[in-house]
């Protein structure tokens, strides 16, 4: 079952809007699926939540578990599933556009910093390679031009990204968290030699659960994520080019 969901898991990300579906018909469109015999039970258990849309002669079928949300398309016709990323001309995504809950996102921020007057969310992990890109190449454009809310969602597979993130969330302000971000980013090992009372594990386990509702709000699967101030999302590698 893990299995189904991580593959699940890897089709997510959000953009565009066309029909929302009634529960009755997503389910209906899910049942066409090879993959609705096994997440039934938990469907009818209200284990797992099912949200649709149909877009440009696809259904796309979103799917809650408690490890996360993800994401499956199926052709107009019925015929095919896809676990992956459907695609427009301009290598966009193809995917539903389900409100957000603002509330659930701020909760979720635990830090910002930059100097402009735009806001934009990024959902991070700090040992994630292509983060630490992203931070080089962008960090100067986003300091400079946005308020930048910071999500952290340190991923199961990164074995040192949850003792990276209490490191960060150990700064007693926005500038601080922000100043030890950008150590861990740039590649230093402070980290290491942090070592959190249960008392201070327990305060930013709370905050990184907050953090992981948000992300799971935005529709965030992958690291990094970012969101304008509407929470639509935003490809990180054109930020700053000229147009």
């Known amino acids: 079952m893990k299995k189904l969901i991580l593959s699940i898991s890897i089709a997510v990300s959000m953009f ?11 389910i209906e469109v899910l049942k066409a699926t090879p ?13 797992i939540k099912v949200r649709g849309t149909f877009k440009d002669n696809f259904y796309l079928i979103e799917i809650d578990t408690p490890e996360g949300k993800g994401l499956i398309y199926v052709t107009k016709d019925k015929k095919y599933t896809i676990l992956g990323r459907v ?5 966009r995504p193809l995917v ?14 635990v ?9 934009i969310y990024i959902v991070t992990d700090p040992e994630c390679p292509f983060c630490r890109r992203m931070a080089k190449e962008k960090n100067e454009f986003l300091e400079k031009n946005y308020k930048v809310h910071v999500i952290l969602m340190p991923l199961p597979f990164h074995r040192n990204a949850k003792n990276m993130s209490y490191y960060i969330l150990a700064g007693k302000t926005d500038e601080e968290r ?54 639509n999302p935003i490809n990180w590698t054109t930020l700053g080019d000229k147009k």
């Open 16 to 26: 565009g809007l066309d029909k929302i579906l009634p529960q009755s018909q997503s």
């Open 35 to 47: 993959l609705y015999p096994k997440l039934a039970p938990l469907i009818k258990k209200g284990v």
């Open 87 to 91: 695609m427009d001309k301009q290598g």
């Open 96 to 109: 539903p556009d389900f409100p957000k809950n603002p509330e659930i996102v701020k909760k979720g921020v």
């Open 111 to 119: 830090f910002t910093f930059g100097k402009g007057d735009k806001d």
């Open 178 to 231: 922000a100043k030890r971000m950008k150590e861990v980013l740039e590649g230093s090992n402070k980290w290491k030699d942090f070592h959190p009372t249960k008392e201070q594990i327990k305060k930013f386990n709370q905050e990184l659960t907050k953090s992981k509702k948000a992300a799971n709000e935005l529709g965030a699967q992958g690291t990094p994520s970012i969101y304008d101030k509407d929470f």
